[in-house]
């Protein structure tokens, strides 16, 4: 398994709709071949984290190339006061 685990700075008065956005943006990065999960954390001061888990880095890639993700990466982006800050990881053990 891939995963994908950027910290996000999100504009705060954008918090609420960026929620939104993601639970909606869910059901097309859903889609993808590889898929597995899509999570928004929040920790308790309120900053927020991405989790996204593929079956393969190639999977992930493919997605990652796609006009769909380049429309979703834009709209994320105008939520944030900067752009994510991922780190990429191979599940090595479960």
């Not at 992930?60 to 993700?69: A, G, I, L, W």
């Not at 994320?76 to 991922?86: D, G, I, N, V």
């Amino acid at each position: 398994m891939f995963v994908v685990i950027s910290d996000i700075k999100i504009k705060p008065e954008s918090v609420d709709d960026f929620k939104k956005w993601f639970s909606e943006s869910n059901k097309i990065v859903s889609k993808f071949d590889g898929f597995v999960n899509r999570r928004l954390l929040e920790t308790k001061d309120g900053k927020h984290r991405v989790l996204v888990e593929f079956e393969d880095l190639d999977k992930f890639s493919k997605m990652h190339q796609s006009q769909e993700h380049e429309k979703l990466h834009s709209t994320a982006s105008s939520y944030m006061e900067r752009l994510p800050e991922p780190k990429f990881f191979t599940v090595v053990s479960q």
